[in-house]
T-cell receptor
Framework: AQSVSQHNHHVILSEAASLELGCNYSYGGTVNLFWYVQYPGQHLQLLLKYFSGDPLVKGIKGFEAEFIKSKFSFNLRKPSVQWSDTAEYFC?????????????FGQGTELSVKP | NAGVTQTPKFQVLKTGQSMTLQCAQD?????MSWYRQDPGMGLRLIHY???????DQGEVPNGYNVSRSTTEDFPLRLLSAAPSQTSVYFC???????????FGPGTRLTVT
């Protein structure tokens, strides 16, 4: 079973629209959560991460995410998207184990922003 | 720093052939991992390593071997290529397990 689920496979928005991408993880215990972005033709890069403390995490380029433990969710948000935000977005969760840990990614959400 | 480098960038194999995908990093990172990226499947972890001499299986390890003899290098070996292994392969490294992953440019592999 997929440990990290992203509900939206493809999202299409107009510039200045608000964005929310869903992410749920399916296991308990200590969890570290991440959002990565892959712009067309580029490497994956880190947008933001949650380890502990304030559940509202701010990242680069105006993105933020909220960790809601009771809902096992870590949704990504941006108040006003730009054409340059067109990319694929991946949620990831670090599962700790006796051998260290595994960083598990979701299926990804492709975001297309129309100018 | 070159960061994370991967070779080759493209490769075509016939079913049953073997090959090694190379990954190297010059950031002295302890943690390295291999992922495959397939449409609609996201990135799936193949194998990972928390340091030289230590490796472990990820989500989809079958058909792949790894070793970690040095901190810098983490090659991925395909033992007998199958069409189901057609994919884009990414290597990543990080200073700490919970740290930011730095990804290589990827290897696009086609198995016919």
């Amino acid at each position: 079973a997929q440990s990290v689920s992203q509900h939206n496979h493809h999202v299409i928005l107009s510039e200045a629209a608000s964005l929310e991408l869903g992410c749920n993880y399916s296991y308990g215990g200590t969890v570290n959560l991440f959002w990565y972005v892959q712009y067309p033709g580029q490497h994956l890069q880190l947008l933001l991460k949650y380890f502990s403390g304030d559940p509202l995490v701010k990242g680069i380029k105006g993105f933020e995410a909220e960790f809601i433990k009771s809902k096992f969710s870590f949704n990504l948000r941006k108040p006003s998207v730009q054409w340059s935000d067109t990319a694929e977005y991946f949620c990831a969760a670090l599962r700790w184990s006796n051998q260290g840990g595994k960083l598990i990614f979701g299926q990804g959400t492709e975001l297309s922003v129309k100018p | 720093n070159a960061g994370v480098t991967q070779t080759p960038k493209f490769q075509v194999l016939k079913t049953g052939q073997s090959m090694t995908l190379q990954c190297a990093q010059d950031m002295n990172h302890e943690y390295m991992s291999w992922y495959r990226q397939d449409p609609g499947m996201g990135l799936r972890l193949i194998h990972y390593s928390v340091g030289a001499g230590i490796t472990d299986q990820g989500e989809v390890p079958n058909g792949y071997n790894v070793s970690r003899s040095t901190t810098e290098d983490f090659p991925l070996r395909l033992l007998s290529a199958a069409p189901s292994q057609t994919s884009v392969y990414f290597c990543a490294s990080s200073f700490a397990l919970a740290g930011e992953q730095y990804f290589g440019p990827g290897t696009r592999l086609t198995v016919t």
